[in-house]
């Protein structure tokens, strides 16, 4: 294999779909070795390997990760993109729903990087990149559980790159804005009037439209990536200029 990954080995929780799944496709075509971890890890392109994983369970995560890095040999880049939503307001939700949630997008990338760091200590190019959101930068409406989560993840992502990074173990993470995945469309399909929330979710954007995955996917290369061996504890939006423009409307 040649390209930018070439020789080193990765994997992508939540890969079967949007985000993940264009991360998944485009490391493979940069030259690694991919393996997806996923509740359904179905219908994935030639050459990605496919293994059953839920990161809100330990024992999965650890069986999971050791045969993608015996299938793989080795491990040298893990993306934590597996994720769930939640909306509503901060009393919108009972224990159930706020442990569900912060289980599955916060404990569970820490599941996967405590699963993945006895290989990743082995690599001369380790890294590691989590999916937060401009949720954590932003105050949006109807979103505090989801928020809370993806604030958690954007800590954890500096917190972990300090403790690591002597070891070389580095850990960066991606803020994108709205982006055009299935995930969206199930949302935007439960709207009232799913034309006008589409036109209104464009609107909120500084560029007019939104994120595509394949741009994000191209962002998690570039934090991944062994060219990038300077850059640790960074967090980058990827978001249509939402977090930081002001445009007039
Ligand atoms: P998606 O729903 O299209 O895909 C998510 C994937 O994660 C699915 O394949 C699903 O099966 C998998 N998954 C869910 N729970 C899992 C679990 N417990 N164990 C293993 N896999 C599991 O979502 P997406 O829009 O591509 O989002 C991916 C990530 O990006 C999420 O972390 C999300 O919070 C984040 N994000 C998305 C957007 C957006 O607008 N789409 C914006 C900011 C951040």
Redesign the pocket.
């Known amino acids: 294999m040649t390209g930018e990954f070439a020789g080193l080995a990765a994997i992508v929780?939540?890969?079967?779909?949007?985000?993940?799944?264009?991360t998944a496709v485009e490391l493979s075509a940069r030259g690694a070795r991919v393996a997806?971890?996923?509740?359904?890890?179905r219908g994935l392109p030639e050459g990605i390997a496919g293994i059953t994983?839920?990161?809100?369970?330990r024992a999965?995560?650890e069986a999971a990760v050791a045969e993608a890095a015996t299938v793989l040999g080795g491990l040298d880049v893990v993306v934590?993109?597996?994720?769930?939503?939640a909306t509503g307001t901060v009393a919108d939700q009972g224990d159930d729903e706020w442990h569900r949630v912060l289980?599955?997008?916060v404990v569970?990338m820490a599941r996967v990087v405590t699963a993945a760091l006895p290989w990743l200590r082995r690599s001369d190019h380790a890294s590691v990149v989590n999916?937060?959101?401009?949720?954590a930068l932003n105050g949006l409406p109807g979103r505090a559980l989801?928020s809370a989560?993806?604030g958690a993840?954007l800590s954890l992502t500096l917190a972990m790159a300090t403790d690591h990074v002597r070891e070389g173990i580095r850990f960066n993470c991606?803020?994108?804005?709205?982006?055009?995945?299935?995930?969206?469309?199930?949302l935007l399909a439960q709207a009232d009037d799913p034309t006008a929330e589409r036109a209104a979710l464009r609107a909120r954007q500084p560029i007019g439209r939104?994120?595509t995955?394949e741009e994000?996917a191209n962002a998690i290369l570039y934090l991944a990536s062994p060219r990038s061996a300077s850059t640790t504890g960074t967090v980058l939006d990827v978001?249509g200029g939402v977090t930081h423009l002001r445009v007039r409307p």
């Open positions: 929780t939540g890969g079967a779909s949007g985000i993940g799944r264009a997806v971890l996923d509740l359904d890890p994983a839920d990161v809100s369970s999965s995560v934590n993109n597996a994720g769930i939503g289980d599955v997008n569970g999916l937060s959101s401009i949720a989801y989560s993806k993840v991606v803020c994108p804005g709205t982006a055009d995945t299935p995930w969206v469309q199930r939104l994120v995955p994000v978001d």
